[in-house]
């Protein structure tokens, strides 16, 4: 949406990067700006930490530099491997899924250390650190936030991988991220996308066949967001294309679930935000899959 991507080689420190080309329109480069700052706090934060001997990983993309080129924002990378929706890697055997969620979990973990919402967790923004290993790093932060603050814009998360609380517009904190990483787990597992839908109401629908009706409590944060609307807001033909897409989801989670990966997934995707087991606990449960 915001620009290219170019794979790219330095031939002053005779190195390949990535370059992100951010679009030259004015809001495009507010935007750019705005990564830029959530990247270089994320730097900033994480080398303060190394210099005190604390154990973070660098688990979110590196930004080498930054500079403008024709009123375009341009962002200078490390070049990493193919990301996990263009490597295709299929349904993850266990040892490689504990990898790249151990990876996942402990990004989170730095992001929330770090005072960030990422709020575009999807395939496409988890990156293979190679193609010889299956360690990964978050990228691409131009939706992101800083935590401690009063959220008030809801154009955020990819539809896939959007959380109940962005869905109905009320307040949302770092469970969201930990819900975008719930599904993408759940994905790795059965090859499959759970919210494979193309509107909020669509997304309401699924959520009520595989998690029951929503909590009454949640209805009162928001008054805008009428649950009943989205409820009825969608037609017979694509609550029917639905249906069988939930058939064929709960199909795969029969079929392929992985021990010790359920109570992992069940804890994360609740309704309720403030009910899901935090990331802390998913770091640890991880270890024990």
């Known amino acids: 949406c915001y620009g290219k991507v170019l794979r790219c080689f330095d031939f002053k420190h005779n190195t390949e990067c990535a370059l992100k080309i951010i679009k030259g329109e ?13 990247l270089l706090h994320l730097k900033n934060v994480y080398n303060k930490n190394q210099a005190l001997g604390n154990k973070f990983r660098p688990l979110f993309t590196n930004i080498v530099k930054s500079f403008t080129w024709r009123s375009q924002g341009v962002l200078v990378f490390n070049l990493y491997d193919k990301d996990l929706y263009h490597a295709k890697l299929g349904r993850l055997e266990k ?3 504990k990898i ?13 250390y770090a005072n960030i919402l990422h709020l575009d967790l999807k395939p496409e923004n988890v990156f293979l650190v190679d193609n010889k290993s299956f360690n990964v790093v978050i990228g691409d932060f131009g939706l992101a936030r800083y935590g401690n603050k009063l959220q008030k814009d809801f154009n955020v998360q990819t539809c896939w991988y959007r959380s109940p609380e962005v869905i109905l517009q009320n307040q949302y904190s770092y469970s969201a991220d930990l819900w975008s990483a719930g599904l993408i787990f759940l994905e790795l597992i059965i090859d499959y996308p759970l919210l494979r839908a193309k509107t909020d109401c669509g997304l309401y629908y699924i959520l009520t066949q595989f998690l029951g009706e929503m909590p009454l409590k949640m209805t009162n944060y928001n008054r805008d967001i009428n649950p009943d609307k989205l409820d009825m807001d969608i037609s017979n033909s694509y609550k029917s294309s639905l249906k069988n897409h939930i ?17 992992i997934i069940d804890g ?6 403030k009910k899901r087991i935090s990331i802390e606990e998913c770091n640890e449960l991880i270890k024990e899959l």
């Open 95 to 97: 040892n490689a899924l």
């Open 247 to 263: 058939y064929k989801v709960r199909t795969l989670i029969e079929l392929y679930m992985i021990d010790g990966a359920r109570k």
């Open 268 to 273: 994360i995707l609740i309704w309720n935000p």
């Open 26 to 38: 004015k809001r495009f480069y507010q935007s750019y700006k705005k990564e830029l700052d959530y």
């Open 100 to 112: 790249v969620m151990t990876d996942i979990f402990e990004a989170l973990l730095f992001l929330k």
